[in-house]
């Protein structure tokens, strides 16, 4: 990306092991995020270009000296983040925060809407998927875990979803849709989503939300609250990342209860104040999901097929469409495009 709107398609030089603990992995499926458009909307020009994409299933063609877990013709899931594995905060599943990992497309790593891709610390970074060829049908779902379905997931878990649980979601994008389906197996009784799209909330109830709101604003939060017994929902996943949904957050929630955020937040003076969170003893959390925390929990739903989180694709691309991409999905044509080389 060479700035706002400026998606371009490069030829590029081939990756090679850098370290003894990387891992060359050719892409054999990958996709455009929904946050991927916050610098397709806003990112100032920039002549070197960055590249894009943090999602991405493979098969390793290579590794380094000291990996160990890892062989060559390994199918793998690549989490969004790189992380070692071993450190005090991968210990403690907060992958995200690992002291010498990082994030694709930084530190001179490149990014998944590629072909091929260099992967730092491979042993703590890559799982291993054993008996998937690179055009089985689940392919589209074992994508989700990179990253999608894991923040879904790690909404509702930091928002403590429980049985018998009533929840509201805000978003009826990739993440959110599938917050709904983390909160439909963490045991939500009712699910709220709060969405305008009838596409995608026809598939959010697929999932298992009981009931979709599509007002926005004073009318959305009114319904809302009348939906969940006049006081508000006790636990809030918002799903989309800019004010005002973090302020139908603040409007929706139950005194006493949680805002989980995982929408990469475009904004830094969210009202955390008296009148907002403090007052009422609400509890605000979230963050970028760790998401190789989440895996191999996920994984086996998937495989055996009890989950379909892969349905959030609505289109197939190749790499010479990825700019278009970039549009459908901007402009709502999409709801989630996955790329295929």
């Known amino acids: 990306m060479y700035g706002a709107s400026d998606v371009r398609v490069e030829t590029v030089p081939d990756p090679v092991l850098q370290q003894p603990g990387d891992a060359l992995v050719r892409i054999v499926r990958s996709c455009i995020c929904g946050s991927d458009l916050h610098p397709y909307h806003s990112m100032p020009a920039n002549p070197e270009g960055s590249p894009m994409g943090h999602e991405f299933l493979g098969v390793v063609e290579d590794t380094g000296a000291e990996v160990s877990t890892l062989r060559v013709g390994d199918f793998v899931i690549g989490p969004f983040a790189w992380s070692d594995g071993t450190c005090e905060f991968c210990r403690e599943g907060l992958y995200t925060s690992c002291l010498h990992g990082g994030f694709w497309g930084a530190d001179g790593v490149g990014g998944a809407q590629a072909e091929a891709l260099r ?71 009712r699910i709220i989503l709060m969405g305008r799209h009838k596409d995608r909330t026809d598939l959010g109830l697929e999932f298992g939300a009981t009931d979709v709101v ?21 636990k809030v996943l918002e799903a989309v990342g800019h004010m005002p949904a973090y302020e139908q957050a ?20 969210a009202p955390v104040g008296f009148e ?47 700019p278009d991409g970039y549009r459908a999905m901007d402009e709502r044509e999409a709801l989630k495009v996955l790329i295929r080389p």
Do not use: C, M, W
């Not at 739903?301 to 990825?322: H, M, Q, S, Y």
């Open 250 to 269: 603040v409007g929706i929630v139950r005194p006493g209860g949680v805002i989980s955020r995982v929408g990469v937040p475009q904004y830094d003076d």
């Open 276 to 322: 907002s969170l403090f007052g009422p003893n609400i509890t605000l959390n979230g963050g970028p999901a760790p998401v190789r925390a989440y895996i191999e929990e996920l994984l086996p739903a998937v495989l055996d097929g009890t989950v379909e989180p892969g349905k959030v694709f609505d289109r197939t691309i190749g790499f010479d469409e990825v």
């Open 214 to 234: 599509a007002e926005r604003g004073e009318e959305g939060i009114a319904r809302v609250r009348e939906l969940s017994g006049g006081h508000g929902a006790p």
């Open 119 to 189: 992967v730092p610390l491979a042993d703590g970074t890559l799982v291993k998927v054993p008996g998937i060829g690179e055009d089985d049908a689940v392919l589209p779902s074992l994508l989700t875990l990179s990253d999608v379905y894991g923040t879904g997931y790690h909404a509702a878990t930091q928002a403590k979803v429980t049985k018998g649980d009533t929840v509201a979601v805000i978003g009826d994008g990739a993440v959110g849709l599938l917050a709904v389906l983390a909160a439909k197996q963490l045991g939500a009784e």
